[in-house]
């Protein structure tokens, strides 16, 4: 097998497996209990988990520690690297450290801006921006050389360089060219924003298919199951880039009126859209995002029939 | 143009509450065009602090002068006389002014009645917007006219962020994504193509971060 990295993750997808990976937020203190807690949870039912980095510009334990953490635990990390609060020197900075401690799969992001989270009096770096961020990766892996062009004489860092696209931002037709200017400039795998319009989501990887991109970069589609009526009409509303289609937050309302639980509701919705997604040509896994309820990845990865995972020797 | 806006009065008045006497200066330039500090809004703030502090019972004598341009040492020169005898100047220019003028009256305490915003221009009677991020390597010529620089509130240089929906910015609905404007006018030009192009990492010492920055016409030096 012809590998770029030792990434178990890129391991696992080369050799055609339908890969799960998940997410853990850390948390706003100072210590891994949670997160190691999650890491023992998610262990033997995800292929790796994102580690995101200070989402929605919270401050949050790093994204580069909280890795650590749940690579001693035998979970495969991919750590989330947003271009919001560092600049090109603190981003190799981070590169080398993190490579040098284990870590092997990186998803770059713009970040959200600093005016949603706790410090938006906060000043913004994109020195970088995401696409320049996964070329940085690239060239130091492929090439040897950091951003300024210097040579790295030895220990390259060698990322499998993840990337994230949104198939319901706008402007819609500008989405697969913006995305294939994510794997023209060295990107990997790409996880997608939470999907609930499936309809949208199929055009999207249609023509991301058409113009070849399943193939030079394997497409997880992002899933997120809904605990309550609350939390759907929040995303609809609040959340700049998601769409949640109407039908999405009737059904669990049909669902609460009928007396069932909501929550449950949510999972089996989840589980529908992962066997969904799964017939659509080009998505090579799911990436399932529970935010701030994580331990109910397992349920859902059984649900879906994708337990147990593959062994990646 | 430069885009400033007065501050608080309170702020103002505090910056001289321990003075008799002071220069209120304007500025015939950009702030004058913005209505911050031309010379209608110096005179209305002289009268403001006069009163203001006739009513503390601590009377305040002002002398009022409108610079053609506070950011040219001719003009900041010809306030000479009118700067000698008061406790205190207060300068309704941008901050390049209220420099010019703590540099050519060092022994005076000079303070800005303005916060400079931006430079942009006026957008409707009234309403002035930001255009350009000052980034010392125009790419406009890639973007359609529009800038990404100071437009996009991430500054972004190879397309938008998977937050721009419905043509605006995450950051508020009242904000139009800067990529959306860009993308738009691109494809009505039938360039679209200029945007599939990679934008390597931008060159920011060109733009503040390389330190002060310093143009030099040769041409036009003695």
């Given at each position: 097998m012809n590998l770029t990295t030792e990434s178990r993750l890129e391991k696992l997808l080369k050799r055609g497996e339908f890969v799960v990976t998940a997410e853990i937020g850390p948390p706003q203190h100072a210590s891994a209990h949670e997160i190691i807690h999650h890491a023992r949870m998610l262990k033997d039912y995800v292929d790796a988990t994102n580690i995101t980095d200070c989402q929605t510009a919270v401050v949050r334990l790093s994204s580069f520690a909280a890795a650590v953490h749940i690579l001693r635990e035998g979970l495969e990390p991919i750590m989330q690297m947003t271009?919001?609060?560092?600049n090109r020197i603190a981003m190799q900075a981070d590169l080398l450290g993190a490579y040098s401690l284990g870590i092997r799969n990186l998803l770059c992001l713009t970040g959200d801006h600093q005016s949603f989270g706790n410090h938006p009096t906060a000043k913004n770096v994109h020195d970088l921006d995401s696409i320049q961020l996964i070329n940085m990766v690239k060239r130091m892996r492929d090439d040897k050389v950091f951003a300024c062009g210097?040579?790295?004489?030895?220990?390259e860092p060698r990322f499998f360089i993840g990337a994230a696209a949104n198939p319901f931002a706008d402007p819609f037709e500008f989405r697969v060219l913006r995305l294939e200017k994510k794997i023209n400039a060295g990107a990997q795998f790409i996880q997608t924003q939470i999907i609930f319009d499936l309809e949208r989501f199929s055009r999207f990887m249609e023509m991301a298919v058409e113009r070849g991109l399943h193939e030079r970069a394997y497409i997880l589609a992002g899933l997120l199951p809904l605990k309550s009526i609350g939390a759907a009409r929040y995303m609809q509303k609040n959340v700049p880039g998601m769409i949640v289609p109407e039908e999405v937050i009737q059904r669990l309302r049909k669902a609460k009126d009928e007396g069932k639980d909501v929550a449950e509701e949510g999972v089996d919705m989840c589980v529908e859209f992962i066997n969904e997604v799964r017939k659509i040509k080009g998505v090579a896994g799911v990436h399932i995002m529970?935010?701030?309820?994580?331990?109910?990845v397992p349920t859902i990865v059984q649900k879906a029939g994708l337990y147990p995972r593959p062994k990646a020797d | 143009m430069i885009v400033a806006e007065q501050k608080p009065f309170a702020e103002i008045a505090g910056f001289v509450a321990d003075c008799n006497k002071i220069l209120v200066a304007g500025c015939l330039g950009c702030v004058a065009v913005c209505l911050a500090g031309g010379e209608k809004e110096t005179e209305i703030l002289a009268a403001a602090l006069r009163m203001h502090r006739r009513l503390q019972g601590k009377p305040l004598e002002t002398v009022t002068y409108t610079a053609t341009r506070q950011c040219d040492p001719e003009y900041v020169d010809a306030m000479a006389d009118l700067v000698k005898d008061v406790d205190a100047v207060v300068s309704l220019a941008c901050g390049v002014g209220v420099q010019y003028l703590a540099e050519r009256y060092r022994d005076k305490w000079v303070v800005p009645?303005?916060?400079?915003?931006f430079v942009g221009g006026s957008v409707a009677q009234g309403v002035w917007e930001e255009r350009c991020g000052l980034c010392g390597e125009c790419i406009l010529h890639k973007t359609g006219g529009i800038c990404p620089i100071i437009r996009c509130s991430k500054s972004l240089l190879n397309g938008p962020c998977g937050g721009s929906q419905y043509g605006k910015c995450?950051?508020?609905?009242?904000?139009?994504?800067a990529w959306q404007l860009i993308y738009d006018r691109m494809k009505a030009l039938g360039k679209l193509e200029w945007l599939l192009e990679y934008q390597p990492p931008?060159?920011?010492?060109?733009?503040r971060d390389g330190g002060p920055r310093k143009a030099v016409r040769e041409d036009a030096t003695i």
């Open positions: 271009c919001r609060d560092r210097e040579p790295i004489k030895e220990h529970a935010i701030a309820w994580e331990e109910i | 009645a303005l916060n400079t915003r995450e950051i508020s609905k009242d904000v139009p994504c931008k060159d920011w010492s060109k733009s």
